[in-house]
């Protein structure tokens, strides 16, 4: 008796110990870390998280609240706005104002949607870009991808197998149940938004059932959608973690982030999962915290070693390009949300300055010069746009004017010898060079220069963007 007693009492005991180790309340598992785990775990998943929580963020304010002023429309629909960014756009850091976009919040879970792509006969480019909730670029159409000829395309989710209907040109796969497909429409000129606008409306949506005219399938049960953080509050808030969690039940795990999402399990952090900061003890509050911050240095680390050792190339793309290195994930998602990737469009960011000071026209007048025959070479267009720091976003000015780009060129004053000296600064250089001048804040900025289609030279390193210089 005494024996069973005993085996008894040590069963009890394993029991007592299992949810110290694998619970998902934080208040528990936590217990059964140290302090350095803890800190460890955190800087672990937040990089890991903060591309899919800013995300989420993104999208509730583009399909799901029709109280913002950035809502498109509901989930499964395409959206165009006829013009392109300015100031005014807040909702996405680092937009482009090259190319008015049209919007598809794609809710997978019930069944695929089917894209047509018109056909556009004028040189225009354009592209729909796939994008999930990791921010992966998973496949493209348009310009280079598809040609401008025109198709249809599905878009299916992680858990569709069925078979592929005549008419399909390619299958697209989400690794998530909930997909962006962000479409650029190239404008030539100001006078070409009615162009713009016949491209756009030629960008069509059907769910597979509409395609194949038979009745839909039963649909997914409605999302209870969380309102997310502020992009100020993901900073800094433990509730971060919390839609961590929510945004997790829409992304079946990847078989090479098992242990990664085990090791996540141990703090609390898993789809669908409740965390509850509260349960943290004051200790490991602040490991949490310390860990937070040291994925935001780590990102810090990233952006000092642009165009010395690392190129914005590197940081964006798909799941196979990045290879699963979430702090250049978090680096980009941080930086510029939905990078194309570089077959698409080449990025070279002026960041910092030689002394490894941020750009700021508070203090400096630049210039970037282009020599004789030495504008950027791509197969589309080329632009550049600064952003005013922190905030990433476009800069309000006089003119208006928010970039310069290839179809500008013609209007640009050339210099004596050919080339283009582009005035990057707050202040008009002058009547006689205001044609080249690209405003900026007055203060800290960055300078983004984007190459749409860049030819081989710019992928080999052949080719090197000008310096940007101070006055």
């Known amino acids: 008796m005494n024996r069973i007693l005993r085996r008894l009492g040590l069963m009890l005991a394993g029991a007592c110990i299992v949810p110290l180790v694998s619970a998902a309340e934080p208040g528990d598992a936590s217990q059964a870390l140290s302090v350095q785990e803890v800190r460890a775990i955190a800087k672990e998943a937040y990089t890991f998280g903060f591309p899919l929580v800013d995300n989420y963020r993104i999208l509730y304010s583009y399909f799901e609240n029709r109280a913002d002023p950035e809502y498109k429309g509901p989930w499964n ?15 996405i850091q680092t937009p482009n104002s090259d190319t008015p976009y049209s919007f598809l919040g794609a809710d997978l879970r019930t069944e695929p949607l089917v894209l047509t792509m018109p056909a556009v006969k004028d040189g225009r480019y354009i592209s729909a870009q796939f994008i999930d909730l990791y921010t992966f670029n998973f496949a493209y159409a348009g310009t280079r991808a598809t040609g401008n000829d025109g198709g249809r395309y599905m878009l299916v989710g992680p858990a569709w197998h ?5 008419g399909i040109d390619k ?16 404008l030539f000129n100001p006078g070409d938004l ?31 959608f969380r309102r997310p953080l502020t992009a100020q509050q993901q900073r ?6 919390d839609e961590l969690n929510f945004v997790l039940r829409f992304c079946p795990p990847h078989p090479s982030e098992r242990a990664l999402l085990a090791r996540l399990a141990k703090l609390g952090i898993e789809a669908g999962k409740p965390f509850d900061a509260g349960k943290l003890t004051p200790e490991m509050r602040q ?18 070693q642009y165009n010395v050792t690392v190129k914005v190339a590197d940081i964006v793309g798909s799941r196979e390009h990045l290879k699963n290195n979430y702090t250049y994930r978090m680096t980009a998602a941080s930086g510029g949300i939905y990078g194309n990737s570089v077959e698409e469009a080449y990025y070279h960011a002026y960041y910092l300055d030689p002394a490894g000071q941020q750009f700021n026209t508070g203090k400096h007048r630049y210039v970037l010069h282009f020599a004789p025959g030495q504008l950027p070479p791509v197969n589309a267009f080329w632009s550049l746009t600064p952003y005013e720091m922190p905030s990433q976003l476009l800069v309000a000015n006089p003119l208006h004017r928010y970039l310069i780009n290839s179809a500008m060129v013609p209007a640009l004053q050339r210099d004596a010898d050919g080339g283009i000296t582009i005035y990057v600064q707050h202040d008009s250089p002058g009547p006689g060079k205001e044609s080249n001048w690209l405003p900026a804040p007055n203060g800290p900025f960055k300078l983004a220069m984007r190459l749409y289609m ?8 052949a080719w090197k963007p000008p310096v940007l210089q101070a006055q």
């Open 77 to 91: 629909t395409i959206q165009s706005v006829g013009r392109v960014y300015t100031p005014e756009d807040k909702a």
């Open 162 to 166: 069925g078979e592929t209907p005549p």
């Open 171 to 186: 299958v697209f796969r989400s690794e998530t149940e909930l997909a962006l497909v962000l479409y650029r429409t190239q």
């Open 194 to 224: 009615d162009a713009v606008k016949q491209v756009q409306a030629g960008y069509k949506v059907q769910t597979l059932s509409q395609y194949l005219g038979k009745p839909a399938p039963a649909a997914a049960p409605p999302i209870s």
């Open 236 to 241: 800094t808030s433990l509730e971060f973690f």
């Open 287 to 304: 490991a949490v915290e310390q860990g937070i911050a040291e994925a935001w240095r780590a990102v810090a680390e990233v952006r000092k």
């Open 454 to 461: 860049p030819k081989a030279e710019v992928l080999s390193g």
